[in-house]
């Protein structure tokens, strides 16, 4: 493996697009050979957030990396847990439990997320307003 496998920036790998934001998947089968696991850059414009879903068989974290937000996470009997966020704050998602992001904040929000198993953010690729946005040679 090169060492640009080790080492990615998410201007350098292809971006999905959506009417709420961006993911830039920077590690993961695909790009560098991640076998457990995936995950990426997501940004969020103000006002802006993906809604209620889950990841069926997989669990994810979502690190704030800057901007603020409201975080929901399904609890144990399927109750919405809400709470806002900023950064430096883990998010843990169970497996196959519900969630959404809204950025409250007055500019970008900028996430980091994982995912485990590796694979959940590919069904991303059948929304309605999903785009594909080349990398930058």
Known sequence: MTGEKFFVYPDKVDTF???WGRL??????????????????????????HARHNHPGAEEIIFVVSGTGEQMVEDENG????????????IYVPESRFHSTLNTGDGPMRLFVVYAPAGPEQALRELPDFRLIPAEK
Request: with cysteine; aromatic share 4%; charged share 15%.
């Open 79 to 90: 109750n919405p847990v809400v709470q806002q966020v900023g950064p430096g704050c883990t």
């Open 24 to 49: 830039a998947l920077t590690v993961g089968p695909e790009v560098n050979g991640a076998e457990r696991f995936s995950g990426g850059v997501v940004d969020l414009q103000k006002g802006q957030g």
């Open 17 to 19: 697009a959506f009417d």
